[in-house]
Every structure is written in structure tokens, then in C-alpha cells.
């Protein structure tokens, strides 16, 4: 590799975001491109970097490992790094309420930290944050208010997901670290809190966004309430820890990215309309008596009742404006990433048509 470029270090490479956001960075070509894995050994995880950048940009990529929840490994990574764009989060069920919240909360925040005072030793030039909309508005459900970066999750709600608390946790101590810094050891500070990232995949290891394709594409659900989602396309989001890292006006701010807010079904409809031959993937609106009627003794439906037609709303104007995001539109984002999840075998090929 070459000395002369500054050297990024990526962290979760081998996941969702991670790997694309490496991707993308290694396509630049600015850049030495090193990324942590917890184990570069193991195959399951590597060969898709391998075959989804190809044996070119794959050559230019220095894998090392590295683990959230030891502040050695981090420190070990990001020795002679320039930069630091931190990708790696505890994966789980972003609607639960774990019992032990420290599982997924001290690896969020203690991994954030390691990187923070790993950035702080190697003098780095910028840090930028893949955090989530999960730290902008959490769980709340609205059809008039409009979040912006300005807003946080109220960490103190009441049955509020592990998940949204481990972001809101880990992206405000990267903040506060960065505000206790002497002047003269500040570190600019970018975060990317984007809406559910979806999108082609690169790797094929556990993921939510990958799961709520699958689910789409085999018919999981029988029928789609009226409620909004907002979303970007997972080119996006890798483009902007890019631009946030490249450009001065975006040191020191949040980001949300959201493409739109559609209602569930539209997710579907373009799925339906390519593939509905060989799946079983149905764009069928739920009727609202449905959760009407039924809330009576069901309290999910009740939920369901209560939020109906609604969503959060995010805006996602401040990525256009200084990062230059052109938002990728919902048809080509989900129908391309049904056919990256067939092309990478996480959905089974049943076309009758391959590679119609």
C-alpha cells in the first residue's frame, strides 16, 4: 500500500452498513482503506467481501481484528490511522426490551469510547459515527411532528427498545467526549443517523434490513397496516460517512438521512410487481376494522389502532444540502436489493426466468 494516502480505518466491515460504507471508500481510491473484523480467519465472513468488491478492490483492503469490548484490540487498529469511520454496533432485535439492557448497551457505548480515545491518541484528523434515527426519535409515533437533527431519544421513556437506548447512549458519549477535549486536542465529530437502511447487500451475515426484505419476499405477512417508515438506500448512507468525512462544512453535525416516510405496503408494491410470479410477495393493505375490532382483547392491535396512518417523520434535507445526497428512490432501492439478496443466496433463487 501506499504511504503517501491518509489511512481510514473502517470498523464492521463485515456487516450491512460496514461493508458497504468500506466499499465505497476503497472505490474512492484516497484512501488506505483498513477494516476491523472480530475474526479475519473466518471464511463465512470474509469471502463475501471478497466476492462483492472483487479481487482488485479486495487487495487494497487491510483486514484486522478487533472487538467492541476490548479497548487493546481498538487501540491496535487504529494505530497510524488519519481517520476513524466507526460502523460496528451490537446486532439485536430493535423492538425488544432486553432483560440485561448491558448487553447490547455497554459493548454500543464502550466500543464509541475506544474509538474516541483511540482517535484522541493517533491524533486524528476526523471521526464519523454510523448512528441512527433510533437516537433521534426513538419509538415515538406521530403524524405532526417532523424530527430533526435537533431532537434526541427520550432515553427515560418507559418501555422504550434496548436497541434505541444503546444509540442514543453510545452517539452522546462520542459528543461528550469530543466536548471535554481540550481546545487544542478537539476532534471534528460527524454522525449519520439514518432511517431503516436498506438497499443491495455486500455481506450476508445477520441483519434487520436484510430480514425485513426476506420477510417481504416470502410473504411473512399476510397483509400491510397503514403505518410510514422512512428509509434511505444503504448507497446513500455509505456515501455520506464518505462526504462527512471529506468535507469541513459537515464537521460537527448530525445527519439524518431519510429518502421519504412511505406507508409499509409501498415497500412491497415493487417487489410484487417484479417478482410476484415466483414469490409469495403480496402487496395486501390491512383493513382498519381489522385493529378496530380486535384491540378489544388484543393489545398489539391496539397499538397497531393507535398508530395507524401514522409514522416517524424525518427530515432528511440537511444530507442533500451539505453532503450532497441525491436520495436513491424507494422502486430501485428495494427491487436492487431483492436481486443482490438472490445474486448472494440470502433469498433461494426460485425465478423460473434466472436473472430476469
Known sequence: ????????????????????VCKIFLEHGGFDVRGTVRDKSNESKI??????????????????????????????????????????????????????????????????????????KNKAKKV???????????????????????????????????????????EKAAW????????????????????????????TGSSESLDFCKNLMLGKWPMYPSQKVGFVDVRDVSKAHLEG????????????????????????????AKFGKDYPVRAKEMPKFMPMVMRLWNPEMAELYKA????????????AEILGIEYIGLEKCMVEMADSMIATGCIEDKRTTKGA
Do not use: Q
Not at 500500500?1 to 458497504?20: A, Q
Not at 469530543?178 to 455481506?203: H, Q, W, Y
Open 47 to 120: 469471502a463475501p467481501l471478497r466476492i462483492g468488491y472483487g479481487d482488485e478492490l479486495f487487495a487494497r483492503l487491510e483486514l484486522v481484528n478487533a472487538d467492541l469490548m476490548n479497548e487493546d484490540s481498538i487501540m491496535a487498529a487504529a494505530e497510524g490511522c488519519d481517520y476513524i469511520v466507526h460502523t460496528a454496533s451490537p446486532v439485536c432485535d430493535i423492538s425488544k426490551v432486553f432483560e440485561n439492557e448491558d448487553e447490547i448497551i455497554k459493548p454500543a457505548v464502550d466500543g464509541t469510547l475506544a474509538i474516541m480515545k483511540a482517535a484522541r
Open 245 to 272: 468525512l471529506l468535507r469541513d462544512e459537515a464537521n460537527d453535525k448530525r445527519f439524518i438521512l431519510c429518502a421519504e416516510s412511505p406507508e409499509l405496503v409501498e415497500f412491497v408494491r415493487p417487489l410484487e
Open 128 to 170: 464519523v459515527i454510523t448512528s441512527s434515527i433510533a437516537a433521534v426519535s426513538g419509538e415515538y409515533v406521530t403524524s405532526d411532528k417532523l424530527f430533526t437533527e435537533e431532537d434526541w431519544t427520550d432515553i427515560t421513556k418507559e418501555g422504550l427498545a434496548t436497541y434505541h437506548k444503546s444509540k442514543t447512549l453510545a
Open 1 to 20: 500500500m501506499s504511504t503517501s494516502k491518509p489511512k481510514v480505518l473502517i470498523t464492521g466491515v463485515s456487516g450491512y452498513i460496514g461493508s458497504y
Open 308 to 319: 395507524w396512518g401514522k409514522g416517524v417523520l424525518c427530515d432528511g434535507s440537511r444530507a
Open 176 to 203: 461528550d467526549f469530543v466536548a471535554e477535549l481540550p481546545n487544542d486536542e478537539k476532534i471534528p465529530l460527524v454522525t449519520i443517523n439514518p432511517g431503516i437502511v436498506l438497499g443491495p447487500n455486500v455481506s
